[in-house]
């Protein structure tokens, strides 16, 4: 089965959604890379962050903010999703996202480098039911243990982009992102701590339970 033409076959059953289009059009524009999340991931964000029961969420890796948006709709009114970013012009950009979409109380953007806000993070004694892990693929393995450090019991952990097109089992393909996205994918699939699905779908998805 050819899965972008799935995806396509998909994506046009929905509405259109003019305020994630506007946001897709202003990431273009100002010519920032074109690697937010898909539709599906996006609408799976929603889903998963409104199952999660989570209060508080974290993001890392924010770019424009698009998935940011999808995971705050899916959290309750009351509910603050915080975001990690490196890069403060992608930063400033997400922010004006968040005002567009009437956001701007619900959801923070921390800028720096993701390790050094998990950090600050757990110092501060924040918690998260939901964590969505979207920044540099080298360091999911230390992204993983941080976000452990910081999660509630039953916290939802959800990693993007763990096939990276098929480079991750692609044995000709050795640079370090790659091989720390296979140790990412074969220390989750067997972590007690976790109960897991790593999900062939879209550019990979890991989705992880922190059990109790
Ligand atoms: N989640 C976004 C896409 C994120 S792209 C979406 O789907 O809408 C990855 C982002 O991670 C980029 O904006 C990049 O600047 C950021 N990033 C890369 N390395 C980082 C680091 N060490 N700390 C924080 N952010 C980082
Ligand atoms: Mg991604």
Known sequence: MDMERA????DALYERDELLERVEERIRALGMPDISVPKGTGRLLTLLAGLSGAKRALEIGTLGGYSAICIARGLPEDGHLTTL????DFA???RDHF?????EAKVTVRV?????SLAELAEEGERFGFVFMDADKFNYPHYLEAALRIAEPGCLIVADNILTRGRVFDPAQDTPSTAALREFNRSVARDPR????????YDGLAILRVKA
């Open 194 to 201: 976790l109960q897991s699905v790593l999900l062939p779908a």
């Open 85 to 88: 970013e490196l890069n403060p």
């Open 92 to 94: 400033r950009a997400a």
């Open 7 to 10: 995806a396509r076959y998909v």
């Open 112 to 116: 720096g480098d993701a390790r050094a």
């Open 99 to 103: 005002r567009m979409a009437g956001l």
